[in-house]
Nanobody, 121 residues
Protein backbone atom coordinates (compact mmCIF):
# COMPACT_ATOMS: atom_id res chain seq x y z
CA UNK A 1 0.00 0.00 0.00
CA UNK A 2 3.06 2.20 0.36
CA UNK A 3 5.75 2.00 -2.27
CA UNK A 4 9.07 3.70 -1.64
CA UNK A 5 11.51 4.27 -4.46
CA UNK A 6 14.25 6.59 -5.59
CA UNK A 7 17.20 5.15 -3.72
CA UNK A 8 20.55 4.62 -5.34
CA UNK A 9 24.25 5.31 -5.23
CA UNK A 10 25.38 8.91 -4.84
CA UNK A 11 28.66 10.58 -4.00
CA UNK A 12 29.14 12.48 -0.77
CA UNK A 13 27.83 15.99 -1.11
CA UNK A 14 25.26 14.94 -3.64
CA UNK A 15 21.48 14.93 -3.52
CA UNK A 16 18.74 12.37 -3.86
CA UNK A 17 14.97 12.51 -3.69
CA UNK A 18 12.98 9.58 -2.37
CA UNK A 19 9.32 9.08 -3.16
CA UNK A 20 6.61 7.15 -1.37
CA UNK A 21 3.42 6.48 -3.28
CA UNK A 22 0.19 5.16 -1.82
CA UNK A 23 -1.93 2.61 -3.56
CA UNK A 24 -5.07 0.73 -2.72
CA UNK A 25 -6.20 3.29 -0.20
CA UNK A 26 -5.82 6.96 0.61
CA UNK A 27 -3.50 8.25 3.31
CA UNK A 28 -4.64 11.85 2.98
CA UNK A 29 -5.71 11.98 6.63
CA UNK A 30 -2.59 10.23 7.94
CA UNK A 31 0.69 11.60 9.12
CA UNK A 32 3.54 10.34 6.97
CA UNK A 33 7.15 9.79 7.84
CA UNK A 34 10.50 8.42 6.81
CA UNK A 35 12.76 6.14 8.83
CA UNK A 36 16.07 4.57 7.98
CA UNK A 37 17.96 1.53 9.11
CA UNK A 38 21.51 0.33 8.81
CA UNK A 39 22.68 -3.26 9.48
CA UNK A 40 22.87 -4.01 13.18
CA UNK A 41 21.05 -0.86 14.19
CA UNK A 42 17.48 -0.01 15.05
CA UNK A 43 15.19 2.12 12.93
CA UNK A 44 16.09 5.79 13.04
CA UNK A 45 13.47 8.47 12.57
CA UNK A 46 14.29 10.88 9.77
CA UNK A 47 11.34 13.18 9.14
CA UNK A 48 7.56 13.37 9.20
CA UNK A 49 4.81 15.57 7.78
CA UNK A 50 1.30 16.10 9.05
CA UNK A 51 -1.87 15.26 7.17
CA UNK A 52 -2.27 19.00 6.57
CA UNK A 53 1.08 19.08 4.73
CA UNK A 54 2.11 22.24 6.54
CA UNK A 55 3.71 20.88 9.69
CA UNK A 56 6.98 19.01 9.54
CA UNK A 57 9.45 17.57 11.98
CA UNK A 58 13.03 16.47 11.37
CA UNK A 59 15.64 14.50 13.20
CA UNK A 60 18.58 16.64 14.27
CA UNK A 61 20.88 14.52 12.11
CA UNK A 62 19.15 15.63 8.91
CA UNK A 63 17.72 19.02 9.83
CA UNK A 64 18.75 21.64 7.32
CA UNK A 65 19.74 19.03 4.76
CA UNK A 66 16.47 17.17 4.20
CA UNK A 67 13.04 18.40 3.16
CA UNK A 68 9.90 16.33 3.47
CA UNK A 69 6.82 17.19 1.44
CA UNK A 70 3.62 15.60 0.31
CA UNK A 71 1.44 16.04 -2.71
CA UNK A 72 -2.20 15.26 -2.15
CA UNK A 73 -2.99 15.09 -5.83
CA UNK A 74 -1.12 11.83 -6.15
CA UNK A 75 -0.95 10.87 -2.45
CA UNK A 76 2.82 10.82 -2.54
CA UNK A 77 5.39 11.84 0.05
CA UNK A 78 8.85 12.98 -0.91
CA UNK A 79 12.12 13.22 0.96
CA UNK A 80 14.65 15.49 -0.66
CA UNK A 81 18.11 14.83 0.73
CA UNK A 82 20.96 17.25 0.15
CA UNK A 83 24.61 17.33 1.09
CA UNK A 84 24.59 13.58 1.69
CA UNK A 85 27.33 11.96 3.73
CA UNK A 86 28.36 8.30 4.07
CA UNK A 87 26.56 8.32 7.43
CA UNK A 88 23.30 8.70 5.51
CA UNK A 89 23.80 5.29 3.93
CA UNK A 90 20.84 3.13 4.94
CA UNK A 91 17.65 1.50 3.81
CA UNK A 92 14.95 4.17 3.91
CA UNK A 93 11.35 3.32 4.76
CA UNK A 94 8.21 5.38 4.45
CA UNK A 95 5.34 4.89 6.82
CA UNK A 96 1.92 6.26 7.74
CA UNK A 97 -0.04 6.59 10.95
CA UNK A 98 -3.00 8.33 12.51
CA UNK A 99 -1.14 11.12 14.25
CA UNK A 100 -0.33 14.75 13.62
CA UNK A 101 3.45 14.54 13.93
CA UNK A 102 5.42 11.68 15.44
CA UNK A 103 8.95 10.35 15.55
CA UNK A 104 7.89 7.16 17.31
CA UNK A 105 8.04 4.04 15.22
CA UNK A 106 5.15 2.54 17.20
CA UNK A 107 2.80 5.30 16.00
CA UNK A 108 3.10 4.19 12.39
CA UNK A 109 0.63 1.57 11.20
CA UNK A 110 1.54 1.15 7.56
CA UNK A 111 5.02 0.61 6.19
CA UNK A 112 6.43 0.44 2.71
CA UNK A 113 9.31 -1.70 1.64
CA UNK A 114 12.66 -0.01 1.94
CA UNK A 115 14.75 1.66 -0.69
CA UNK A 116 18.53 1.55 -0.37
CA UNK A 117 20.56 4.74 -0.33
CA UNK A 118 24.31 4.37 -0.58
CA UNK A 119 26.58 7.38 -0.22
CA UNK A 120 30.17 6.92 -1.29
CA UNK A 121 33.00 8.98 0.13
Amino acid sequence: QLQAYGGGLVQAGGSLTLSCAASGRSFSDYGMGWFRRTPGKDYEFVACVSWSRHDKYYADSVKGRNTISRLMANDTVYLQMNNLTPEDTAVYYCAAGRFFLSKLRSDYEYWGQGTLVTVSS
